[in-house]
């Protein structure tokens, strides 16, 4: 008899694991507190924009097998339950705020069967899953625990879910494998390595991923810094350390760093649990890490005003992107829209573009000006700044823009944009970590 699943917080990850879960054959049922957004998914809409999910998640819908509901009761004959809910920075630290890991737990308790799997998936501090294993064992004593950190990048959420590069599950006992292993079984299939851990190593992994990968970029960052007072070039000086084999080319594209809803609470959640376990010497790094990436925000601002002046009141400065991030809609920490923020408070107009944030931008500021087209968004521009690398912003005309503007002058503040192409139309060219 096949398993049947339950996804608890319908969310990115939620709604993206509970779609692909489904195409994988499975009945799967998702719960969520949120009326509207179960509204939403039930006819097969996202409140989100992920490329690919929209046309998943219609066809699961279409074809019965995956289901949106507000009622807890309806996991009752569900065997392996998904945790999929947000784990938000603390608004007073910089600990996880786990209430919503904890409520989803407290919610499902009454409703579970004998020998059903639940399994966490959302982003905690370790320790968390023997916590929800010494409360299930009042609340619902008939079920067992797991975790199984998800390594989602938005933009490739289907892919990753579908096709990962591993798949980490930390279980007390083999029965928990063996259930987790046929849910999986498809994926499996496909050669993904499979690592068993114990409960802390796989809430670890998570949280010393993000923080590698924050390292990195972070680390690419001041040597940017680094290259600009010393008249170097950080394109340059990154391709040859990439062919490193020790230290590999991703992500070592220096710009204005690192944001979205995962990697900075999680590596300000991993210092503040390290430090309750009295571990807090082994993690100081990240502090620097975290504020290397909140410094070269404030760079991008102090080299619009050495190109143009101190004060900005008279100029008008154009910001291409608000997503922290291309191929998504997600502004949650994004650099981009901090910077532009920054802009108009110190007295700039500013005016934003942005092919898939500019309603969640708006959102969150309300005040800034937003454009739908690039070409509308660039009339009369004293300086563009290139902040988040969608495709389209790469593909632009130099010429054609040229045209628009009021000056021609361009801050690439993602080193992506090709610098030759943008000086031959006569453009005035400044990239982050390059001084010529």
Request: hydrophobic content about 45%; aromatic content about 6%; charged content about 25%.
């Amino acid at each position: 008899m096949a398993l049947k699943l339950s996804v608890i917080g319908c969310g990115y990850l939620g709604a993206t694991h509970a779609a692909c879960m489904s195409s994988l054959g499975f009945e799967v049922v998702g719960v969520d507190t949120d009326q509207s957004k179960v509204e939403m998914l039930s006819k097969g809409e996202l409140p989100f924009y992920e490329p690919g999910l929209d046309t998943l998640l219609a066809a699961e819908i279409s074809n019965g097998r995956l289901t949106f509901s507000t009622d807890f009761a309806t996991v009752a004959d569900a065997d392996v339950h998904f945790i999929c809910v947000g784990t938000p920075q603390s608004k007073d630290g910089l600990a996880a705020d786990l209430t919503y890991v904890k409520a989803s737990v407290s919610a499902i308790a009454p409703h579970v069967k004998e020998g059903s799997l639940i399994v966490g998936k959302s982003t905690v501090p370790v320790g968390t899953a023997q916590l929800l294993r010494d409360q299930l064992a009042i609340s619902a004593p008939q079920a067992d625990l797991a975790w199984n950190p998800e390594f989602l990048r938005e933009g490739f959420a289907v892919e990753d879910t579908l096709t990962p590069n591993r798949l980490v599950v930390g279980v007390t006992n083999d029965r928990a494998e063996v259930i987790l292993k046929e849910v999986y079984k498809p994926i499996i299939d496909l050669g993904t390595p499979w690592i068993r851990a114990d409960l802390p190593t796989a809430e670890l992994v998570k949280v010393a991923a993000n923080s590698f990968l924050a390292t990195k970029i972070s680390f690419i960052n001041a040597m940017a810094e680094v290259c600009e007072a010393a008249g170097g070039d950080v394109t340059v000086l990154a391709k040859a350390i990439g062919y490193d084999p020790r230290i590999g080319n991703r992500f070592l594209q220096a710009g204005i760093g690192f944001g979205g809803g995962c990697l900075p609470k999680d590596i300000r959640a991993f210092m503040a649990r390290a430090e309750e376990l009295g571990a807090n010497q082994a993690l100081e790094f990240l502090r620097e890490i975290d504020a290397i990436n909140i410094r070269a925000r404030k760079r991008m601002i102090d080299v619009v005003r050495a190109d143009l002046s101190d004060d900005l009141t008279q100029y008008k400065i154009v910001v291409l992107g608000a997503t922290f991030k291309p191929d998504s809609d997600d502004v949650r920490d994004s650099p981009a829209l901090d910077i532009a923020a920054q802009l108009q408070a110190a007295g700039a107009t500013v005016v934003v573009h942005d092919p898939k944030g500019i309603e969640p931008a708006r959102k969150r500021f309300p005040n800034l000006d937003y454009q739908e087209k690039v070409v509308d968004a660039v009339k009369g521009a004293d300086a563009i700044l290139h902040l988040t690398e969608w495709k389209e912003y790469r593909e632009l005309d130099p010429s054609v823009i040229g045209q628009l503007v009021k000056s021609k002058f361009i801050i690439d503040g993602r080193n992506m944009l090709d610098r030759n192409k943008w000086r031959a139309a006569g453009w005035r060219f400044h990239a982050l970590g390059r001084t010529d």
